[in-house]
């Protein structure tokens, strides 16, 4: 007996679902956050905890953790719909907006991490100066370090420009949206 309409329509929403989850394993994001995206997003509408623990199987604590994840990329937003008393979440439709937030967000993680941890090191190379008498191979090696700390620096400059370029939408005037 054929399949209805219907259910072929299901059948090719899933495929959709099952395509998103891989792309977003490609992007660096777990398949799980990219197949709760994929469902919101063929949705079409703002989706309760409760509703996607339904269509994944997954525990109501599980869904949580992950649309926490998927809030904290920037890809998923908690939003307000009136007369509904339960969290409410839902996904970016545009395709670019969400490789933009997915890049950006990622990116922005590790500038950060990387500055800290270039502040960490040219404090200590210069505590170390500082409170110690060294000898020129030393002060050799602490300088050669201090020279590799700033162009780690510029280098995640460099990085915080590229996303400010993605995040401010510079990126389609050079590479147009078809």
């Known amino acids: 007996m054929d399949e209805t309409p219907l259910l072929k329509i299901k059948h090719i929403e899933e495929q959709f679902v099952d395509k998103i989850a891989d792309n977003m394993h490609t992007y660096g994001v777990s398949t799980t956050v990219g197949r709760v995206l994929g469902i919101i997003y063929m949705n079409r509408k703002a989706m309760t905890l409760d509703?996607?623990?339904?269509?994944?199987?997954?525990s109501k604590t599980r869904m949580s953790q992950v649309v926490r994840e998927m809030v904290d990329l920037n890809?998923?937003?908690k939003v307000f719909e009136k007369g509904i008393r339960k969290d409410l979440y839902n996904v970016e439709q545009d395709y670019y907006q969400t490789f933009i937030s997915l890049f950006t967000s990622n990116w922005q993680k590790a500038i950060n991490k990387n500055k800290l941890f270039e502040k960490k090191l040219s404090?200590?190379?210069?505590k170390i100066r500082a409170e110690q008498e060294i000898d020129e191979v030393t002060e050799e090696k602490i300088n050669m370090?201090?020279?590799?700390t700033k162009e780690?620096?510029?280098?995640?400059q460099w990085l915080a420009n590229l996303v400010e370029f993605f995040d401010s939408g510079e990126i389609f005037k050079h590479v147009p949206k078809p």
């Open 152 to 156: 780690w620096l510029n280098y995640y």
């Open 123 to 126: 404090a200590e190379l210069n």
């Open 51 to 58: 509703e996607l623990s339904k269509e994944t199987g997954m």
């Open 145 to 148: 370090l201090l020279k590799e």
């Open 75 to 77: 890809i998923a937003e």
